[in-house]
DNA sequence: TAAATATGTCGGATTTTCCCGACGCGTTCC
DNA sequence: GGAACGCGTCGGGAAAATCCGACATATTTA
């Protein structure tokens, strides 16, 4: 047993948790939050050159977190939160166990 | 400037995020959901030598989800779902339907 | 005390991540 | 049409992550 992929995803792929391991993706997503904004806008906050910025946004887009939509020639990025369920409800899971014990011990919660 | 990481951080930190983002760390934490287990034992589910598990409790070690207690000759690895609330807390601020669970466990907050 | 067990750590190979400068493509403005 | 703008992608390099076999350390058992 040599392999360590033994197979599937085309190797390049990352999880949504994988995506949010990044701090800068973390921050364009929460500059997302209360509204599109351009790939430039997104930079502007954000220390890093320009082709980075889009690769961040390119695996956004690639895990789902977000949307683009050409607008003349420029490009809207908007938030799609769905896939953060799946961390939510990770979270859920790992979590219900310890909330369901304060509850047995604290009644009053 | 050919520097990356200005500074700060020993270089080999990593925050929660990051510790999630890995697979078989999410599994470990998962299986120490409903109690304390050994090195060997969380490694049986894994598919991976002794050492690389030995590695990823490490990490877990180091931004506090997990932490072992010696006993015998093994040690005894057991959850600790604090550092999850700020996973939580982000996700709180990105989704509006995440709070209460949180709370629940960290009244703090 | 010696062997066996449980786990951590070291050395090193491979892969992945992260970032940048340069370039290409479509769109808008003059 | 040609220059300027916005953005993606390519090529590539440095750093980090991931993994393993081998070795080290502590503890229990024979």
Redesign the pocket.
């Known amino acids: ?1 040599t392999q ?2 033994t197979d599937g995803e085309s ?2 792929t ?1 999880d949504v948790f ?1 995506a949010l ?2 701090p ?2 973390r921050q364009v997503l929460m500059a997302l939050r209360e509204g599109p904004l ?4 997104l ?1 502007a906050g954000l ?13 956004l887009r690639a895990v789902g977190l977000v949307q ?1 939509k ?8 908007h938030l799609d939160p769905r896939p953060l369920t799946e961390v939510g409800a990770w979270l859920n899971v790992m979590l219900a166990y310890w909330t369901q014990r304060v509850r047995d011990l604290d009644p009053a919660l």
């Open positions: 047993m360590r992929r190797a390049g990352r994988a391991a990044n800068a993706r351009t790939a430039s806008a930079g220390a890093l050159s320009r082709p980075a910025v889009s690769e961040h946004l390119a695996l683009a050409k607008r003349g020639r420029e490009r809207l990025y």
